[in-house]
């Protein structure tokens, strides 16, 4: 997955190819101004890191362990009692 400095540095390369040199201010401005919006943007999603997802994943997996080898004992025991 790429990451927001290689989307604006694409984008940078995209949007220099349009601008002539006379309105590099103008162009910068704007590329200031889109990567600060963007970057507001997803500061404000609830966003992990893959080491992040992958560790809460390793421990889903062992609490649902622990829950299937739970039922089981429950519906043994439930089996001895009948």
């Known amino acids: 997955m790429k990451g927001p400095q290689d989307f ?4 940078q ?3 220099g190819q349009f601008v002539p040199d006379m309105a590099k201010a103008a162009k910068d401005d704007f590329e200031n101004h889109a990567k ?3 970057m507001a943007v997803l500061a404000k999603l ?4 893959r080491e992040e ?5 390793a421990v889903l997996m062992r609490t649902r362990e622990k829950v299937e ?14």
């Open 46 to 49: 609830d966003l992990v890191t």
């Open 36 to 38: 600060a919006t963007v």
């Open 8 to 11: 604006f540095s694409q984008l």
């Open 69 to 82: 080898a739970l039922e089981k004992k429950v519906a043994e025991m439930e089996q001895s009692t009948r």
């Open 13 to 15: 390369g995209q949007f």
């Open 53 to 57: 997802f992958d560790a809460q994943q």
